[in-house]
């Protein structure tokens, strides 16, 4: 018979993304008001950061990505407060040159327009790196931006509080009262806590709208799924792949990482933006016609390359995405809290890394903590129903993780168009 004992605590946290962790952090954080600190646990499935966070570029702009004045204004926010906190974690990632390239002045005056900064343009020639690009992008700006590294931000989220989190097989809302919220805990081996929360907020990307359906649904809140998205990402030698980092329109969009003495290019399903944000055509079904684009679009931008194809490697990853998107009434890209109507569950939907930040405030501006003995009883101690979470890049960076070979043979119509292109990542 698995066992079962219930505690009583702060808040419970469902999910161990960049929202999860980040929240967990300043819950605990919070100036204890009288004389005792807020209690808080942090449930996760499988890989800690291992999902949408895991596959992020973690690419920190300041608006230029976006037209929608709102949107650009709530991305500065964000990048403002990621901007504080890495001064004191500089280590979890870098301060990164950003161009956004335009093939001609009118596309360029256009988009830059709402960047609020006037921005800095740069000629190719003047630029070593962006004399080897393709002359097809005749205005080249250069903008302020960083770049984070997902695993490494998630582990300084953690440090110090892996007793807080606890490595589940499932976590289930089992119902709520006016005393507070249910929610259970089962472990791998059979041992079931449940946790009795005065405040709940699911933070579990995409299996937030499991949870939210397992309690009947909220009036009102239509959560929506977008298309999964994915990532393709070449690997090579400094000289033959140099660190960029930007927007090229239409093309690509690019981020670089150093990863074991090689630049990864990491360029997402961005890749041609459309009128429908994440709408467009470039997410299809049978994925060939997006991958088929990624390739071109590499070569597109290093042309070079074209003829040296062996010295890349390639791989793709598959992340599922949980963003509330446009078809489902709400833009992606926005602030994204929904409250129950009336119990106290709040669901986070930070719709990019950039808003974790600015996301937790809002939660923490709208939660209620109305208090609760730390820890709470349970007849033989309960803290052994906590197994704390670590943060394992490597597990992290390889979910969903498909090699040039494996991708290939599921879309073999890739390597029929590129059949130079398919090196196995070692
Ligand atoms: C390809 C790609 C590129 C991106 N690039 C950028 C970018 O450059 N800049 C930017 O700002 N944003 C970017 N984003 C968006 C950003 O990564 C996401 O918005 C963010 O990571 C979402 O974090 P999260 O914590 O909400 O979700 P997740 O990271 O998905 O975390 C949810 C967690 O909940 C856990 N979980 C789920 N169900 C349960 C359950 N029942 N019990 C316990 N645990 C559960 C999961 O295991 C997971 O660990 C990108 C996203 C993708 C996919």
Redesign the pocket.
Known sequence: MPESSTVHVDVVI?????????LLNSVLGIDPTQGRKFSAVL???????????????????YGHMFRDPERIAL?RR?AQKWEEWFDDNSDTGSRVTSYFGFEDKQTARKVSQGWGDRPDWVTRGSDPVLSRLDGKWQCLAKVSSF?LH?PQVAARLLTGLEEFTSS?????VLGYDSQGVRVAAEHSDGERLTLHASALVL??????E??IDSIGGWAGTEICQSP????LLVSGEDDILPVLNGYFYPAA?V?TRSVEGKNRW?L???LRPSQKPFGGGYVDPGLSGWARQAVAHVFEILPELSSRPDRVEWCV?R?????GWHEAGRLPDRLSVEKHPTANIWA?????????PE?TAEILKQITFPGTAWPGSCPGGWLRFLRPLAVSPEASETANLLTWQGFCSEHPVVRERFPSAGQQRA
């Open positions: 469902i999910g161990g993304g960049i929202q999860g962790l980040f449930l996760n499935r499988g890989p800690l950061a291992g999902e949408q966070t895991a596959h992020s570029h973690a690419y920190i702009h991305a964000g770049c997902a589940v097989e499932a976590a289930t933070c579990a990307g995409r299996g937030n499991q949870l999964p998205a994915y990532m969009f981020v990491l997402s399903d961005r990853y992340a599922d995405k949980a963003e986070a939907f930070p719709n990019l890394f950039t808003l974790a996301t």
